[in-house]
Antibody, heavy 119, light 107 residues
Framework: EVQLLDSGGGLVQPGGSLRLSCAAS????????MTWVRQAPGKGLEWVSTITGSGGSTYYADSVKGRFTISRDNSNNTLYLQMNTLRAEDTAVYYC????????????WGQGTLVTVSP | DIQMTQSPSSLSASVGDRVIITCRPS??????LNWYQQKPGKAPKLLIF???NLQNGVPSRFSGSGSGTDFTLAISSLQPEDFATYYCQQSYSSPRTFGQGTKLEIK
């Protein structure tokens, strides 16, 4: 069974940093691209970042480019999102998700971790 | 970026009803359209990919159709567990973008 366990969220001040993690199990992690999607309170879904299976290519939404870094550890089946220079508008539940092979869509999602950026 | 517009934004219906949700991208996306269901406090769940393909384990009362700039999600006979928010998402070009959501509520 595919399982994705998000962690690392919390309360952080504007300008601060946080690192999210996503522990994967139940599939061959290194063969799947992985994605982070966020959802601000009461709002819709926003794609944040994607990394290929090898980790060789990364992609970012304009809203986080230069501040967030996606990475992965294929030996430990873990996905990361390093978030720097956080802003109030980054407040959201962050979901990690496994991308379906060959497509920019996610077929399995973690439970989400809440990031709150506030003084 | 491709803008995705869903209609209606909210919908009230009864158990057993047939409902249809529409998604219109701002430009043609062939059949690169996916539908997700999200219940309060839970992660989204993939229902349909490639406009009309049912994800494994999704009940057959869900169906999708369309191509280009006009897509629909239909639920043939609403069940209590179907009351949720539904999102369309295009996977045609980067960045992948989502519709604003359609909240399906019990009448």
């Amino acid at each position: 069974e595919v399982q994705l366990l998000d962690s690392g969220g919390g309360l952080v001040q504007p300008g601060g940093s946080l690192r999210l993690s996503c522990a994967a199990s139940g599939f061959t992690f290194r063969t799947y691209a992985m994605t982070w999607v966020r959802q601000a309170p009461g709002k819709g879904l926003e794609w944040v970042s994607t990394i290929t299976g090898s980790g060789g290519s990364t992609y970012y939404a304009d809203s986080v480019k230069g501040r967030f870094t996606i990475s992965r550890d294929n030996s430990n089946n873990t996905l990361y999102l390093q978030m720097n220079t956080l802003r109030a508008e980054d407040t959201a539940v962050y979901y990690c998700a496994r991308d379906r092979s060959g497509g920019a869509l996610s077929d399995h999602w973690g439970q989400g971790t809440l990031v709150t950026v506030s003084p | 970026d491709i803008q995705m517009t869903q209609s209606p934004s909210s919908l009230s219906a009864s158990v057993g009803d047939r409902v249809i949700i529409t998604c219109r991208p701002s430009q043609s996306i062939n059949i690169h359209l996916n539908w997700y269901q999200q219940k309060p406090g839970k992660a989204p769940k993939l229902l349909i990919f490639g406009a009309s393909n049912l994800q494994n384990g999704v009940p057959s009362r869900f169906s999708g159709s369309g191509s280009g700039t006009d897509f629909t999600l239909a639920i043939s006979s609403l069940q209590p567990e179907d009351f949720a928010t539904y999102y369309c998402q295009q996977s045609y070009s980067s960045p992948r973008t989502f519709g604003q959501g359609t909240k399906l509520e019990i009448k």
